[in-house]
């Protein structure tokens, strides 16, 4: 999925993969980054408590308001996402949350540039690297996600009751997720 990011001119790519083996996800995340253009930069998260391709849209956009008015938390895009992506405003908390983890199997991935060219030649790129074709189910919440996001995330049961609408849970544990996000930035 390509999203425009209206504020910063910039495309972002939100997608996934999964059936993967990360034996070191220090070394897999550093051995990919090193292959990826200057002008473009990537995070990589567990996809295993992203909540839907929105949870990441909303984490990108955070983080770059953050640094335009000056309140990152952290020194880079990509760091400042993951700490969005997480709710969290340590770094430690943020990687362990949703990190990728030497036993990630399914992670998601956001790719962000100035230039469509530039994005879809870094996924394919990182793809044959990862000798994988992306996948954005990854980015879909199933039953087995649903709980580990609501554990992650603390989402008691009040709270999920409060927000549902229609029956819907998923929906509704995106939308407390989002809202855990923006609380982030208020808290700068």
């Not at 760091?79 to 199997?105: C, F, P, R, W």
């Not at 649903?146 to 849970?169: C, G, P, R, S, Y």
Request: glycine share 2%.
């Amino acid at each position: 999925m390509i999203k425009y990011l209206e504020k910063t001119k910039e495309y972002a790519q939100i997608t996934g993969y999964k059936n993967l083996e990360i034996k070191d996800s220090k070394e897999f995340i550093k051995e990919i980054r090193g292959k990826i253009p200057q002008d473009v930069w990537a995070q990589f998260f567990d996809s295993s408590v992203v909540a839907t391709w929105e949870h990441l849209l909303f984490a990108i956009i955070n983080a770059q308001l953050g640094f335009r008015n000056q309140k990152n938390i952290s020194k880079s895009i990509e760091m400042e996402t993951l700490l969005y992506a997480s709710a969290q405003h340590q770094i430690k908390k943020a990687i362990k949350i949703i990190g990728v983890k030497n036993d990630s199997s399914e992670i998601a991935l956001l790719i962000v540039a100035k230039e469509l060219e530039k994005i879809n030649s870094t996924l394919s790129l990182i793809s044959k690297k990862i000798g994988r074709k992306p996948d954005e189910k990854v980015l879909e919440i199933t039953d087995l996600k649903q709980e580990k996001i609501q554990i992650v995330f603390e989402i008691n049961q009040n709270e999920l009751e409060a927000i549902i609408k229609e029956d819907n849970t998923r929906n509704a544990i995106r939308d407390i997720v989002l809202e855990k996000m923006a609380l982030l930035s208020t808290k700068c």
